[in-house]
T-cell receptor, first 115, second 114 residues
Framework: DQQVKQNSPSLSVQEGRISILNCDYT??????FLWYKKYPAEGPTFLIS?????DKNEDGRFTVFLNKSAKHLSLHIVPSQPGDSAVYFC??????????????FGQGTRLTINP | NAGVMQNPRHLVRRRGQEARLRCSPM?????VYWYRQLPEEGLKFMVY????????ESGMPKERFSAEFPKEGPSILRIQQVVRGDSAAYFC????????????FGPGTRLTVL
């Protein structure tokens, strides 16, 4: 039962262009969404998050869009840089049991930025 | 300000042995989460702990796995009688509060069972 899905296992983008990573979810109880970036042999690094009361959140080159009716979110990176090459994970949570934030992760999308 | 620390970074065990994974949360963080990542998969929640309390262990296998977060010292994830299927990367995360606070991850422990 995959509640959070990233249907593209990989994505290749030219340096300077926009990278768009997509994520779909099935559980309507999810109310908080995050994107993490992961390099090999390291832990995930937090990038950006969005609450279900918003439809957009921006932080520098990173913007996350949330479409609740479609249960879809996307991460836009512009302009893309070689250092952005990594695996990107989408994660979602619903506040349960004393506010525990159990994160449910997608399978990840490997982003490669070509010079 | 040190981040989340995990040790060891790599652990090799033979089938039937015990594995102990340690996690020191970020300073000021009292909430600890453990996740497991199998090859080519996303991270899967295992357990959520506060000091001296297990809050949610719904993702932890019922047998052989246990976790603790004592009043003093790091959080420990313990796997008894390891099997080859336990080979994975185990990540610890911490947050200052629960709810919508961001979780910050450690570098992970890569467990290999021979």
């Amino acid at each position: 039962d995959q509640q959070v899905k990233q249907n593209s296992p990989s994505l290749s983008v030219q340096e300077g262009r926009i990278s768009i990573l997509n994520c779909d979810y099935t559980n309507s109880m999810f109310d908080y969404f995050l994107w993490y970036k992961k390099y090999p042999a390291e832990g995930p690094t937090f990038l950006i998050s969005i609450s279900s009361i918003k439809d957009k959140n921006e932080d520098g080159r990173f913007t996350v869009f949330l479409n609740k009716s479609a249960k879809h979110l996307s991460l836009h990176i512009v302009p893309s840089q070689p250092g952005d090459s990594a695996v990107y994970f989408c994660a979602a949570s619903a506040v349960i049991i004393q506010g525990a934030q159990k994160l449910v992760f997608g399978q990840g999308t490997r982003l490669t930025i070509n010079p | 300000n040190a981040g989340v620390m995990q040790n060891p970074r790599h652990l090799v065990r033979r089938r039937g042995q015990e594995a102990r994974l340690r996690c020191s949360p970020m300073k000021g963080h009292s909430h600890v989460y453990w996740y497991r990542q199998l090859p080519e998969e996303g991270l899967k929640f295992m357990v959520y702990l506060q000091k001296e309390n297990i809050i949610d262990e719904s993702g932890m296998p019922k047998e052989r796995f246990s976790a603790e977060f004592p009043k003093e010292g790091p959080s420990i994830l313990r796997i008894q009688q390891v099997v080859r299927g336990d080979s994975a990367a185990y990540f610890c995360a911490s947050s200052p509060f629960s709810g919508t606070d961001t979780q910050y991850f450690g570098p992970g422990t890569r467990l290999t069972v021979l």
